[in-house]
């Protein structure tokens, strides 16, 4: 089907609107009059802009508070119309969408709402333009898409038709089976918004929580499907209004539009892109840095031992079970200091898992890093973080693990088996997008968002996971675009002895998170422990919480440039400590030099 | 009274809490737990510290469900109650907040919870502590204040008692009067808090929206005293969770939220403050700037002149009608380029205003800047920007234009007959402290606050205006902390023929602000205009709106440093424009140099 974004959707001036959208794929777009009014370009001018980047323009938008006024106003309303239709005609624009009235002089009068729009029609019918008539949520007297239809339907004009618009619909909690009673071609348009679940006024909701489908908790995707039913051939276009879009760069925000409305047609069947797959492991987490020597001091008293060293690059391979980290100290490591900068994923299909990251719009990273180099799938996730999809212990596929030669060295020591979690900070812009991205790419489940209170702001963290927990990855964001997240980005490793763990890392010279003695008291208070417990895990910082299905302990490493370790004994428990998040957040605050 | 906040109010670590509220001027903390939890400080060192810093620890808060739980559960709550006890006593803390049960397992059995909350305070005696009992208002099944003094009257034990919190008894809807009846002894404790009003999930609109008495839209006031006439004579206590508040600074925020204890006890006619003396008009705009000549040039082609400079500073004034513009070029002018640094106001009573600016923590400036300049009474808003009130034009009074040697001049050009209104940019995380200052501080009346779309994201903005208009100032703020809101800052002169205005601007070489083409072909389906009348606009960049009281013409000059200037011409219309702020907004962008 073909694909339309409204210009509102997106950041910036009209031109840097339409120039996002048409990068990012889109076929159309829909202009709303305000980015019009304030752009340089004229209406002709912006014809032809359109046409350069090829995109159509499917729908010109709002008109408001047209029928079921009184008579003069209905006669300046015609006036103003007649005024759109020339513009639209100058824009090659021949849809025009009209909002139920929200004028406080409308009268709640089905017949003239009915015959306003028939002369509305006839006029528009002059000049080539259909006119598709919208119920706002919120409108004075026609508030759902049934009671807009029934007007349009008496009116009966062949220029007259509906739009439909699936958060007016949805966050009315309307029934939109009801949808396929419209014969589609009366169905001039449909405008597409997700939205979290929230209970809260409908504009205020509408004007600034809106999110592309898939991000929130509406099921669009059921929606449209009805839609789809009445015969109903034009674009789905999104319509978001979104006070983090609104400041969120144009170009990326365009590319998580256009993946929303790919995944939502995969859902509806009407295309059918590269399945997902979904990973089965963590292969290896790549950590550049500067300056080897103090993050390879913590991966050792950790236990893990330098197995391994890239044929051509200065990258080491560190590992212990199957955790397997490397440390990278090429001239591209990134200037801001250590930090995470590439996860290896287990893939049953690492060409498949590109196939499908590809045609959802991810960046593909080139296949040889180095010509000598194992030729390796790999893409780009919104954050910059490099995704390689990796076979580690499958002969017949090509293997990462074959750059590197085996160094001779000391045992590491047991007690770390693989990479419980990974935990990375995302763009504050574009947090939804990041988790829409793995589980429409990746194919990962998302769990629930939680709140985790910073001393100096409220984070968001989110969790994404494949259905046996082999690969966990944190997303978290700050409380605000300027926020330090450094605090949010480390790689937690499984052991199943957090406490002999803890105390081998301590006497091999690592240095443990202090937990503060009060956390301590408070444990006390609420768990009852078996003699001396509490007072381990006092002397190491060892946190401590359970849930349902289980007990969790971990502690924490201090912080090495923008990266921290955890080590994780996950006895069943499913979370990820968020309960004791503020605490180590608190700590690590504490411990940071002072600016 | 005694005045008291959470530590849950400020961001920052325990300590950097304790020192806010200690340095802002507040008698006690309540300590909330998750605070101790993350400090380093053992509970007898917070003591100490609160000691040291002269703050009592009012509450220790909050413990949780508590009540109405199967038997085990409760013993478990009891235990744990004690270890909460056995820290009071450590932090010297007597009152402890107990909220009502939101546990899954609670009963709906006031009996019950009256019989638990009587062991609890059995309990809570030995260790010479008080509980205090408050309905939260997502409660499970006590969610408001008289059902909670229900309960605490049948458990009828000296250690128990209510705390009453206006946020839950307000956001609820309940009516206040009811606290009456309650004996003031048994209310232990009374936390206040106001929040805008919106249709939102309670629990949502308590945990991120809550702001200080007189930010929001509750009647605080109303409340409160229907608790002082049962004869209470605990502390005034803000509790406050807000998102923006938590990333703040704690040093203003504490000092905002003492103000508002201060006005608070005001309006409950508990103190009585100097009076607010209103401001009569607009002295004085006072430019900054490390070059003279650019912005010269602008208020030459308004047709200011250079009419006057400083006995002994760089400092020319700049007049025509009562506009009168200090241009500073001394060496303590913003390095950051030419900008807005103070506002002189006409005030009945300079020295009252500036006792009341005390009383309510504005800072107060030296009178002299200089041994030989008239003493002239100022404070500095929160947004820096220095605030004098003067006495232009009464002898028997200091005048700042004594300061002032008059200068040969050419004459300037009539048209502009004052100064019509001031627009601030207030710093991100201060936006409701900054309309809470010049309310309560300068008795400014605070209108409506209103959205406008800048192409990069939501601007909001808000006047505070005196009675006739003769004041106006435009407070906004942009639309995230990293945001830029250099257009935010501007002086509006005032004219009674904005036509004449800007081609005399234009015709002496001043540059105006292009307005696009889009915009007046929008104006002309909008209104009905005189032959020739929307040409003019067009070619001058003359914006228009009307509202019920008459219409509005105004139009802007480009930018210099960090300031422009818009001419006004009001004829009866109340606003500010809004309407047109999104195109200039957007044409303020697009005439930006490219980074």
Chains 1, 2 share one sequence.
């Not at 009268?107 to 706002?136: K, M």
């Not at 002895?497 to 009060?518: K, T, Y």
């Amino acid at each position: 089907m073909r694909t339309s974004i409204a210009t509102v959707s997106l950041s910036g001036s009209l031109t840097e609107k339409l120039t996002a959208a048409s990068r990012a794929g889109f076929d159309g777009v829909e202009i709303f009059e305000n980015d019009l009014l304030a752009s340089p370009l004229t209406p002709e001018e912006i014809r032809a802009r359109c046409a350069d980047l090829g995109l159509s323009i499917d729908l010109y938008q709002p008109m408001r508070d047209i029928e079921a006024v009184p008579a003069d106003e209905f006669n300046r309303n015609l006036r103003r119309a007649r005024h759109k239709f020339e513009l639209m005609r100058r824009l090659g624009a021949d849809t025009v969408l009209v909002c139920s009235s929200v004028h406080p002089l409308a009268v709640d009068d089905d017949a003239l709402a009915a015959y306003h729009l028939r002369q509305l029609a006839d006029l528009a019918q002059e000049f080539g333009i259909r006119v598709a008539y919208e119920a706002l949520a919120w409108g004075r007297h026609v508030s759902t898409y049934d009671h807009a239809w029934r007007i349009v339907e008496a009116a009966d004009h062949p220029a007259l038709g509906t739009c439909l618009d699936s958060f007016h619909i949805l966050s009315r909690g309307s029934d939109p089976k009801g949808i396929e009673s419209i014969p589609g071609e009366k169905i001039f348009f449909l405008q597409l918004a997700d939205a979290p679940l929230l209970a809260m006024d409908v504009l205020q909701w509408s004007r600034h929580y809106r999110c592309f489908p898939g991000q929130g908790g509406f099921d669009v995707a059921g929606l449209v499907r009805h839609v789809l039913r009445t015969g109903y051939d034009g674009p789905l276009s999104l319509e978001v209004f979104n006070d983090v879009f609104r400041q969120a760069e144009a170009g990326p925000t365009a590319v998580d539009a256009l993946r929303s409305l790919l995944v939502l047609q995969e859902t509806l069947g009407v295309t059918t892109p590269p399945a997902p797959v979904v990973p089965t492991g963590v292969a290896f987490a790549e950590l550049v840095t500067p300056d080897a020597e103090p993050v390879s001091a913590v991966l050792g008293a950790l236990g893990l031992a330098r197995t391994a060293r890239h044929r051509s690059k200065p990258v080491d391979l560190w590992q212990q079970g199957e955790a397997r980290i490397l440390v990278n100290t090429s001239g591209a490591a990134r200037r801001d200091g250590t930090g995470l900068a590439a996860i290896g994923l287990e893939s049953p299909d690492p060409t498949g898992a590109a196939r499908r990251a590809e045609a959802l719009l991810a960046p593909v990273l080139p296949r040889r890093r180095a010509p000598e180099d194992a030729p390796l799938d790999a893409v780009a996730a919104p954050d910059g973080t490099e995704l390689f999809f990796c076979a580690t212990r499958r002969d017949e596929l090509p293997n990462w693990r074959a750059d590197f030669t085996d160094v001779e060295h000391a045992a590491g020591t047991p007690g770390v088996q693989g990479i419980d979690h990974l935990a990375l900070s995302q763009p504050w812009h574009h947090f939804d997008e990041a988790t829409l991205f793995h589980r429409s790419v990746l194919g990962l489940h998302a769990q629930e968002s939680v709140d985790v209170a910073d001393p100096y702001g409220l984070m968001r963290s989110r969790a994404v996971t494949n259905a046996d927990g082999s690969v966990r990855i944190a997303l978290s964001v700050g409380a605000a675009p300027t926020d330090d997240t450094v605090h949010a980005q480390h790689i937690a490793l499984a052991t199943d002895d957090v406490v002999a763990a803890a105390r081998r890392f301590r006497d091999a010279g690592g240095r443990l998170l202090p937990i503060p003695a009060n956390y301590y008291d408070d444990l006390a208070a609420r768990y009852a422990f078996a003699d001396g417990e509490l007072e381990t895990y006092r002397e190491l910082g060892i946190l401590y919480d359970r849930d349902a299905h289980g007990e969790f302990r971990h502690c924490y490493t201090v912080t090495v440039g923008r990266v921290f370790f955890e080590l994780v004994q996950r006895d069943g428990y499913r979370g990820y400590g968020a309960q004791n998040a503020p605490v180590r957040l608190a700590a690590q605050h504490a411990g940071r030099p002072v600016q």
